[in-house]
């Protein structure tokens, strides 16, 4: 799934986030750091690395807890950021290398997404933080009624219904890394929002790419099976 080299990348930074303690992965009994766990025979963290470095990104920071010991061992080769205490999913991103162009990715996403595509897409709109969505499908537990003022015009049982999600990937521009406070536990929801009352554009990255969240055994399983074929192929 890799990306042919481009140069408009090379001034973007990236950081890697993995500065959660993995306790959904851990709950089903490893003791190993998700960030540390395999997928098609590389860690998740070497996965989020080489899509960074495949596009052109080689300044590359990640984000460990200092409790997790193997986990810093395993990203030392790198910029390391060791949160002294949990700064939520975005707070590291102030206390990353200076960028004019910071790609934040979470270590338990994969995906083919293109980042030159996407980082391309938040230049032009001018945003001070752009994130990528894609649709996933959601099935409602109840019926669905359409009405037209009390009359019912359709019924659909269970529908499944597309939802527009945060795929967990972001680009922020100094104007949204400014508005975290040094040392500040903030997750995105509350930076995007902040940015949205201060008067700021936040935009999104709509795709179609393949992506997958793990946080278990399952996704884990999953990710094993689609990622085996590409590399069988």
């Given at each position: 799934m890799r990306k042919a080299l481009n140069t408009s990348l090379m001034s973007a930074k990236g950081l890697i986030m993995a500065g959660g303690s993995s306790e959904r992965m851990r709950a089903s009994g490893t003791i190993t750091h998700k960030a540390l766990r395999e997928v098609a025979g590389r860690t998740l963290l070497q996965h989020n690395v080489e899509m960074l470095r495949s596009h052109g990104v080689h300044d590359i920071t990640v984000a460990v807890n200092e409790a997790e010991h193997d986990l810093l061992a395993?990203?030392?080769?790198?910029?390391?950021?060791?949160?002294?205490?949990?700064?939520?999913?975005?707070?590291?991103?102030?206390?990353?290398?200076?960028?004019?162009?910071?790609i934040v990715l979470y270590v338990d996403n994969l995906t083919d997404l293109d980042l030159r595509a996407f980082v391309d897409f938040h230049r032009g709109s001018g945003a001070a933080l752009t994130v990528a969505s894609h649709d996933e499908p959601f099935r409602i537990p109840f019926g669905q009624l359409e009405l037209a003022g009390s009359w019912v015009v359709a019924y659909k049982e269970k529908p499944l219904l597309p939802i527009s999600i945060s795929s967990g990937l972001y680009v922020l521009s100094p104007r949204a890394i400014d508005a975290i406070q040094p040392g500040e536990r903030i997750h995105a929801p509350e930076l995007i929002n902040r940015l949205i009352a201060n008067g700021e554009k936040v935009a999104a990255f709509r795709h179609q790419a393949?992506?997958?969240?793990?946080?278990?055994?399952?996704?884990?399983?999953?990710?094993?099976?689609?990622?085996g074929r590409e590399v069988a192929r």
């Open positions: 395993a990203a030392s080769r790198f910029h390391l950021l060791i949160e002294p205490k949990p700064l939520g999913t975005i707070g590291a991103a102030r206390l990353a290398p200076p960028a004019e162009t910071l393949w992506w997958i969240d793990i946080n278990d055994e399952a996704a884990l399983a999953c990710a094993e099976a689609a990622l």
